[in-house]
Structures are given as structure tokens and as C-alpha cells.
């Protein structure tokens, strides 16, 4: 049963497109979702989060949109770069404070 | 700045054989976690410890101990490795409740 379902599991993007990774939860009590990004041979890293009261939130070319009542979140990743390629993670924090992800999306920039 | 270290890097295990997995942690945190990534699956929790001495089941714990006796320190045991626990292990760690989690790099296991 997996509680946080992440989509696409890959993506290509050209360089200076649009990424979109969305996510779905079932669990109305999760109250934190973070995105990590992942580079080849390294483990994750904490990239933006957002908070179950705000729609969105913006950090330089990295947004997350997220709809509570439609229990679902997607980051959106603006001018997308080379080096953006790396696998994506969202996540979901339940109480007590661990972490739930998704299942991850590989994305590929081409140049 | 080490971070979070994990050792070692790559093992590769024969059926039914014993390994400990080492994660040190340089940041006075309290939170540590031991977390395997698999393709398609994400990220799963195993085991976690909310503080020096304690430990806690996650998600997949069936076929592995933790141990918490320093407060730096977390190990992950499996005490007879099966092929399903070919994995990318990771281990991360937190100071709070609200505070990020940081990864180490992962120990890649391979079991035969």
C-alpha cells in the first residue's frame, strides 16, 4: 500500500522547458511535504517544502503547487537545466515525524 | 564537514551471511534513520531512533536489528542476508522534529 504516489516515474525535457512531477496522498493527517533531489552515486537532499496551508510556494525556478483538497502536490521546475537531471522525490511526513516518499521520477534534460 | 558517513560503500554477500552496515553522524542529531531505495519503489523506511538508546520499526523491517548505543552512531545488522535485500541502503538523520533530514551517500548491497 503505498501512501504518497509519485508520477511520472521518468521524464525528458528539453533545456528551458517545464518539468512537472505530481504527487497524490491518501493520508489526511500528513502535515509537511518536502521534494529531495538525488544526483548519481549520492543520497537524497532536501531541495523545497511546503506546509498543508499554503497553495504554493516558490524558490528561484523551483515551485510547489499543492491542493489540499484534492490531497495531491506537484513541483514545476521552470527553465529546466542539464544539471536539473536527477531523480525527484516527493514526500509526506505522518505524525511522529517519518518521512513517507514516493516511488521517484528520473529527469532527463537534454541540451 | 563529514555529515553523514556511511560504511562501507559497496558489499557484495553470499545467501544466509552476516553484514553490519555503520552510519556515523558529526551533527549532535538526535533523529537517525536507515532507509533502502529501490527501483520503483522509492524510498522505505527500515528502522529509525528518536534519540541515544532507542530504536523503532518503519515500514520494512523484517530481517534486520539497529542498534543506537552512541548518540552519533546508528548500525543496521542483517543477520542472514537473502537476494530480496539487494539494495541501496541509506542512512539520514535529523537535529528536530522540524529540521531537514540529511543523507549519506548509501552502501550499495548485492546478495547472491
Known amino acids: 500500500q503505498q501512501q504518497v504516489k509519485q508520477s511520472p516515474q521518468s521524464l525528458i525535457v528539453q533545456k528551458g522547458g517545464i518539468s512537472i512531477i505530481n504527487c497524490a496522498y491518501e493520508n489526511t493527517a500528513f502535515d509537511y511535504f518536502p521534494w529531495y533531489q538525488q544526483f548519481p552515486g549520492k543520497g537524497p537532499a532536501l531541495l523545497i517544502a511546503i506546509r498543508p496551508d499554503v497553495s504554493e510556494k516558490k524558490e528561484g525556478r523551483f515551485t510547489i503547487s499543492f491542493n489540499k483538497s484534492a490531497k495531491q502536490f506537484s513541483l514545476h521546475i521552470m527553465d529546466s537545466q542539464p544539471g536539473d537531471s536527477a531523480t525527484y522525490f516527493c514526500?509526506?511526513?505522518?505524525?511522529?515525524?517519518?518521512?513517507?516518499f514516493g516511488q521517484g521520477t528520473e529527469l532527463s534534460v537534454k541540451p | 564537514n563529514a555529515g553523514v558517513t556511511q560504511t562501507p560503500k559497496f558489499r557484495v554477500l553470499k545467501t544466509g551471511q552476516s553484514m553490519t552496515l555503520l552510519c556515523a553522524q558529526d551533527m549532535n542529531h538526535e533523529y537517525m534513520y536507515w532507509y533502502r531505495q529501490d527501483p520503483g519503489m522509492g524510498l522505505r523506511l527500515i528502522h529509525y531512533?528518536?534519540?541515544?538508546?532507542?530504536?523503532a520499526k518503519g515500514e520494512v523491517p523484517d530481517g534486520y536489528n539497529v542498534s543506537r548505543l552512541k548518540k552519533q552512531n546508528f548500525l543496521l545488522g542483517l543477520e542472514s542476508a537473502a537476494p530480496s535485500q539487494t539494495s541501496v541502503y541509506f542512512c539520514?538523520?535529523?537535529?528536530?522534529?522540524?529540521?531537514?533530514?540529511?543523507f549519506g551517500n548509501g552502501t550499495r548491497l548485492t546478495v547472491t
Open positions: 514526500a509526506a511526513r505522518e505524525e511522529g515525524g517519518k518521512l513517507i
Open positions: 539520514a538523520s535529523r537535529s528536530s522534529y522540524n529540521s531537514p533530514l540529511h
Open positions: 531512533s528518536v534519540g541515544e538508546g532507542t530504536t
